[in-house]
């Protein structure tokens, strides 16, 4: 697998010019926002198709909107490397989370086309990852897992749309979603992503090579108080739902800075009625809890809860909370680990073993398929903001890597062969 370093270099400025393209691709003019399965899925759609069939490979979209190309090994039956990242976007993103691993693994697939190996390649552009749009993340590659149950697709929008009827309004047959799982004879699979985060700069690094992405909890809080006249009612016979969260909050932030590895965040907050002279009657506030270790993560969450409760009774609050989302730590596959840390080394590439804080689709393709994650550095430790941003340098360097891995996997002896060959 040979190609000149002004090739690799011309790839990786075409791989970060068709991001900024996709990032074009977006529900709000002058931002980049796209969540699942809304208009502009259809334009990424349409470019990624393109790109993929002017690299030799077959392109279909499942039932759930992912979007998986395959350049085919050399025979019907071969075994299949996944490759794969997401498409859709927080509000007002950058141009590189997520799409950066499936424009990359396109480009890994233009590089190998016509050579002799021995798998078969599927890039998958896995329709939702972030959880913006139903507040329930990684319906993608839950879909290629077989675990889009019923009870998520009757999840619904702020609109009232459930997934389901958000898959069918965009011309997708829900009746498939059967054939969206994962090929017969998948064998690994591969993330190329943005670290999200400011360790790799600070340490002078283009690449990191995943060893365990932690576990997560996300959670609704509502903060139920009752409402009245700002300027009539006095402050000890008040029950202000908003003061309550308010002091929850505060504490929130401090148990994370207590404990080592933990992080916590109240990322959205909703009050109503809403108005500068009410006192506040409701508060809707969200809660990501996130550690490697599932035990400090659970108490955590405990004593989070625990804390919003006391909060609540202090002021006369009720409280509700839900769990939309309890994901146990994630290992990435030791062998395929360790050789994407030899592939760096072949690619001449710095690199160090690392977690990751963020979730990715690849906990979720790991509870079938042996999972290994390659980083990216995020200048200024900056993502999901516009000015999200990579190196082409370190482009390149991943792009490399990634290609010294599928060398390493043709020569090893523990990935499956077609038995039909």
């Known amino acids: ?8 270099a011309d790839r990786a400025a075409r791989v970060i010019e068709r991001c900024r393209q996709i990032a074009a691709c977006t529900e709000v003019p002058g931002e980049t926002t796209r969540l699942f399965l809304s208009p502009p899925a259809r334009r990424v759609h349409a470019l990624l198709t393109e790109w993929m069939q002017a690299a030799s490979m077959s392109v279909r979209i499942d039932a759930a909107g992912n979007l998986r190309g395959v350049l085919p090994g050399p025979t019907a039956h071969a075994p299949r490397l996944v490759l794969g990242s997401h498409l859709d976007t927080v509000p007002n993103a950058g141009a ?9 693994g396109i480009a890994v697939a233009e590089e ?17 990852e972030e959880g913006v749009r139903f507040s329930t993340p990684f319906l993608g590659s839950l879909a290629v897992i077989g675990k889009l149950d019923a009870e998520t697709l009757a999840r619904a929008d702020r609109n009232g749309v459930t997934i389901a009827e958000a898959i069918r309004i965009f011309g997708l047959n829900l009746s498939e ?72 909050i505060t504490e929130v932030e401090a148990y994370a800075n207590e404990h080592t590895g933990l992080v916590a965040t109240v990322g959205k907050i909703e009050a ?28 955590a969450v405990r004593a989070l809860v625990s804390a919003a409760e006391l909060a609540a009774a202090k002021r006369g609050v009720k409280l509700a909370t839900q769990t939309h989302l309890e994901q146990s730590a994630v290992p990435m596959d030791p062998h395929l680990t360790r050789l994407l840390e030899s592939a760096a080394k072949k690619a001449q590439t710095p690199a160090r073993r690392m977690p990751s804080g963020a979730g990715h689709d690849a906990m ?19 993502s999901h903001h516009p000015d999200e941003a990579v190196l082409p340098g370190d482009v390149e360097a991943a792009l490399n890597t990634a290609i010294e891995f599928l060398s390493l996997l043709r020569d090893d002896t523990t990935i499956p062969r077609d038995d039909h060959a």
Do not use: C
């Not at 697998?1 to 690799?8: E, G």
């Not at 590189?96 to 990359?104: A, M, P």
């Open 272 to 299: 109503q009625p809403g108005a500068g002279n009410v006192v506040v009657a409701r508060v809707t506030a969200s809660l990501d809890v996130r550690h490697p270790n599932d035990d400090a993560r659970t108490a």
């Open 96 to 104: 590189f989370d997520g799409i950066l691993g499936v424009v990359l």
């Open 364 to 382: 979720i393709v790991a509870q079938r398929l042996p999972a290994a994650m390659l980083f990216l550095r995020s200048p200024g430790g900056i």
């Open 177 to 248: 979603l059967p054939n969206a799982a994962l090929a017969a004879g998948s064998f690994a699979y591969l993330e190329l992503h943005i670290e999200q985060g400011p360790l790799l700069e600070s340490e002078g690094l283009p690449l990191g090579i995943v060893e365990a992405i932690a576990g997560q909890t996300r959670m609704t809080f509502v903060f139920e108080g009752r409402a009245n006249h700002a300027g009539t009612t006095p402050m000890h016979l008040r029950r202000d739902a908003l003061a309550a969260a308010a002091q929850w």
């Open 1 to 8: 697998m040979t190609a000149t370093s002004k090739t690799r």
């Open 112 to 128: 190998v086309r016509g050579q002799s190996l021995p798998f078969s390649i599927e890039v998958i552009g896995f329709s939702e």
